[in-house]
């Protein structure tokens, strides 16, 4: 069964934590994504890792940091956490072929 | 850059009737589109895809055709159902990635009965 699954479902902080969210795959997908989802803005991408210890940087990569150091594992870093860092967290793997598969997100508020 | 736009935030509409979903890309490279629907609280999913240019590619009663000439991607569904409620994502891959998904801001379909 092909899976992606992020933890925690749902975090607060507060200003100036640091903040690990964990993602998860079970399909050996090379590419993994983050994302952060904002209402009306989309789903704009923070990293790119296209095997282990090889990530790009996306499309907003500033106060982000990620880890990679197995296949099925891609962890999302926000060092000294802020409120504007509030956000819906997605985390996603793909073959290859374009086709992403989304965990279920993580729900973060900086508080 | 690559970028995609949505052109609809939100569309209404009353079961039974026709949807068109607006998506339009730039990219320099040969395009690959695609199709994402988000319901409410979950994750966002695969609803179709297409890199062939004037192809019909359809799913679940939900179609769309890529014309590369006029760099359009519109989803269509000839019937909506209160089940459709949700998000939808345009979303465009270029053909010269580095498996980059570039995301259009989303439209929001709201079916009533």
């Known amino acids: 069964d092909m899976k992606v699954t992020q933890m925690p479902r749902y975090l607060i902080k507060r200003m100036g934590e640091n903040v690990l969210l964990e993602c998860g795959q079970d399909m050996s997908h090379e590419t993994m994504y983050w994302y952060r989802q904002d209402p009306g803005l989309g789903l704009q991408l923070i990293y790119i890792?296209?095997?282990?210890?090889?990530?790009s940087e996306g499309d907003i990569p500033k106060g982000y940091r990620v880890s990679r150091k197995k296949r099925e594992h891609f962890s999302l870093i926000l060092d000294s956490a802020k409120t504007n860092q509030t956000s819906v967290y997605f985390c996603?793997?793909?073959?290859?072929?374009?086709?992403?598969?989304f965990g279920s997100g993580t729900r973060l508020t900086v508080l | 850059g690559d970028s995609v736009t949505q052109t609809e935030g939100l569309v209404t509409l009353t079961k039974g009737l026709p949807v068109m979903l607006n998506c339009t890309y730039q990219t320099t490279y040969s395009p690959f589109l695609f199709w994402y629907v988000q319901h409410l609280n979950e994750a966002p999913k695969l609803l179709l895809k297409?890199?062939?240019?004037?192809k019909r590619t359809e799913h679940q009663g939900f179609y769309a055709t890529l014309h590369k000439s006029s760099s359009s991607f519109h989803l269509q569904k000839s019937s909506v159902q209160l089940s459709d409620s949700a998000l939808y994502f345009c979303?465009?891959?270029?053909?010269?990635?580095?498996?980059?998904?570039?995301f259009g801001k989303g439209t929001k379909l709201s079916v009533k009965s």
């Open positions: 996603a793997s793909s073959s290859g072929t374009g086709t992403l598969y």
């Open positions: 297409s890199s062939t240019d004037n």
């Open positions: 979303a465009l891959r270029d053909g010269g990635s580095n498996a980059k998904l570039t």
């Open positions: 890792s296209y095997d282990v210890d090889s990530n």
